[in-house]
Every structure is written in structure tokens, then in C-alpha cells.
């Protein structure tokens, strides 16, 4: 989404009062360095201000959908990467390992650290009470 530019209301403002201004009289010094003149070039400093914000937000729109299609090229070509390293040299080997795969031979239960597939908070939420009134486990298939 692109960023909202801005508009300035002081500068619009700025503009209808020197056209009002202008007039009363085209060259009206209030004193000061109160003048038309210097009145003008402040709204054309600050509209120069704005158009090269208003400028460089664009740019800044236009460089993040960059990035965000750059990012999207490098996660793709690493998953490439990952399964021509797998294809290679096997999804089992070291270097599968190394390239940062989990090794097939791994993927079983416990060998990665996992002690259980349930955690105990977990098997104690699946505790069920049978037609008794005791309680007792209930295997539950994930």
C-alpha cells in the first residue's frame, strides 16, 4: 500500500491570502521584512519542500515493493537450493544437515531432543472420566 502524500493546509492557506494580498497591492511592504515578495518565495520554498517529500515517499514505495519481490526471489531460490542440496547428496547426509535441512533419519521421534509427542500439560487435558467416575487417559490420534 502506498504511503499517503502530504498536502499542507498552511500552504494552501498561504496561497489564497497572497492572492488576496496581491490584491490589495503587487509589491505591498507591511514592513518588518514583512513583504509580498518574501511572502511568495516562503510558499514556493514550502511548496518545493512538500513536492520533494511527497517525492521521495513515492521513490521509498517503489524501492520497498522492490524489496518485497527481492525478498520473495532469495526465499524462494533458498528453498531450491535446500532440495537441490537434498537431491544431490541425499535427504539423510551430513550435508543436507550442514545446508540447514533436518536430515530424514532424524525426523523420527526423540531424536531431534523432543522427549514426547504430548507434553504433560497436554495429556492432561486429554484425561477423560469414563462411565464410573474414573479417571483415565483417552488416546487420541493427532
Known amino acids: 500500500m502506498a504511503r499517503k502524500k502530504r ?6 492557506k498561504a496561497v489564497r ?9 503587487p509589491n505591498l511592504d507591511l514592513g ?3 513583504t509580498q515578495s518574501a511572502f511568495s518565495n516562503l510558499i514556493e520554498t514550502m511548496r ?5 517529500y ?4 513515492s521513490n521509498l514505495d517503489k524501492l520497498y515493493r522492490e524489496m518485497l519481490e527481492t525478498e520473495y526471489k532469495l526465499a524462494d531460490m533458498t528453498e531450491h537450493m535446500l532440495m537441490a542440496v537434498g537431491t544431490r547428496y541425499g535427504k539423510s547426509s551430513v550435508e543436507y544437515g550442514m545446508a540447514g535441512g533436518v536430515p530424514k533419519n532424524q525426523r ?4 531431534r531432543g523432543e522427549s514426547s509427542t504430548f507434553s504433560s500439560k497436554q495429556e492432561s487435558l486429554i484425561a477423560s472420566v469414563d462411565g464410573n467416575g474414573n479417571g483415565k487417559k483417552a488416546v487420541v490420534a493427532s
Do not use: M, Q, V
Not at 48 to 52: D, H, L, R
Not at 108 to 111: H, P, V
Open 7 to 12: 498536502t499542507s493546509k498552511a500552504l494552501e
Open 17 to 25: 491570502r497572497a492572492a488576496g494580498i496581491d490584491s490589495i497591492a
Open 32 to 34: 518588518n521584512g514583512l
Open 48 to 52: 518545493t519542500k512538500e513536492n520533494a
Open 54 to 57: 511527497n517525492t521521495a515517499l
Open 108 to 111: 523420527r521421534k526423540g531424536l
